[in-house]
């Protein structure tokens, strides 16, 4: 199922999303988009701020390996349309969980991972009333309310005079924030990043700053567990505050750090997070 050789960045990932299927649901007065690989039991991804379902361009196809891979785009970015005003975490996860309820058969349930803004919405999605998730995964998860470290230092691709510039620009951007080792942004990485943030409609800063997730956590009744890259600028140098706080929460919850990764660990990292979701899973299901 991998891309052929020597194709383009965009070729690449429209060879991906082609691989699937595509389906809608409702989002306010517009559709909310899904695309959906493999065949097996449900696992659900919710991307990032600013993303789309090509945060996870590195993950579905080898997921799908085992699972039924079902991948948001979420409400006001990439292809989906815009919430409701003025949304919230928990007006956006109504959203996105009831989209899902449309596509796992009733009855059966389903995994959720969600990455940055994604996991603070799967916080949020898992505690809901009837919520039919089996495990939730946060991966470099927002909404925690803890320190972070410095601000990355960003620069307005909006400025920018050429397609030229624009890449160059967002390639740094990368490097300040989303991947740790520069020799890893590569050209797949600067397509997804100008595609995604070219997209992105909703503000989801505001939100991710905030305690969100955690005062929803005590409401998610299944297991937990945390994936960080240790190189992750929106976390670093405090994971011993995150993983206090979440065993706080939930003493049993699952806590891991891939060495050498940034913020897009399932980028940069995606053989070792792949191997690391998949074991997760299994342990889930196994009970362990």
């Given at each position: 199922m991998d891309a052929p050789a020597g194709i383009t960045p965009p070729e690449i990932a429209a060879h991906i999303a082609d691989g699937g299927q595509r389906y809608t649901s409702p989002c306010g007065n517009g559709r909310m988009v899904w695309h959906v690989w493999g065949e097996g039991p449900p696992l659900v991804l919710l991307h990032g701020g600013f993303g789309s379902w090509m945060h996870w361009i590195r993950n579905v196809l080898p997921l799908s390996l085992r699972y039924t891979v079902i991948a948001a785009d979420l409400p006001g970015l990439g292809d989906s349309d815009e919430a409701p005003a003025p949304y919230t975490a928990e007006s956006l996860a109504d959203i996105v969980?009831?989209?899902?309820?449309?596509?796992?058969?009733?009855?059966?349930?389903?995994?959720?991972?969600?990455?940055?803004?994604?996991?603070?919405?799967?916080?949020?999605?898992?505690?809901?009333?009837?919520?039919?998730?089996?495990?939730?995964?946060?991966?470099?998860?927002?909404?925690?309310?803890?320190?972070?470290?410095?601000?990355?230092?960003?620069?307005?691709?909006?400025?920018?005079?050429?397609?030229?510039?624009?890449?160059?620009?967002?390639?740094?951007?990368?490097?300040?924030?989303?991947?740790?080792?520069?020799?890893?942004?590569?050209?797949?990485?600067?397509?997804?990043?100008?595609?995604?943030?070219?997209?992105?409609?909703?503000?989801?800063?505001?939100?991710?700053?905030?305690?969100?997730?955690?005062?929803?956590?005590?409401?998610?009744?299944?297991?937990?567990?945390?994936?960080?890259?240790?190189?992750?600028?929106?976390?670093a140098p405090y994971f011993d505050e995150r993983k206090s706080l979440l065993r706080s929460i939930r003493p049993d919850s699952g806590f891991h750090l891939i060495p050498g990764a940034g913020h897009w660990v399932q980028y940069e990292a995606a053989d070792r997070f792949n191997a690391l979701l998949l074991d997760v899973l299994d342990r889930t299901a196994s009970g362990g």
């Open positions: 969980a009831a989209g899902i309820d449309a596509r796992v058969p009733q009855g059966q349930r389903y995994h959720l991972v969600g990455f940055s803004f994604g996991g603070l919405l799967g916080g949020h999605v898992a505690g809901l009333p009837g919520s039919r998730a089996a495990s939730l995964t946060l991966v470099g998860p927002g909404g925690l309310g803890l320190r972070r470290g410095p601000n990355p230092d960003l620069r307005n691709w909006r400025r920018a005079a050429s397609e030229a510039e624009r890449a160059e620009i967002q390639r740094h951007n990368l490097a300040a924030f989303m991947i740790a080792e520069p020799s890893r942004v590569d050209d797949l990485a600067v397509h997804v990043q100008i595609e995604n943030t070219r997209r992105g409609r909703t503000r989801s800063r505001p939100i991710a700053v905030t305690d969100t997730l955690a005062r929803a956590l005590p409401r998610v009744t299944v297991p937990v567990t945390a994936i960080w890259g240790d190189r992750d600028v929106t976390a």
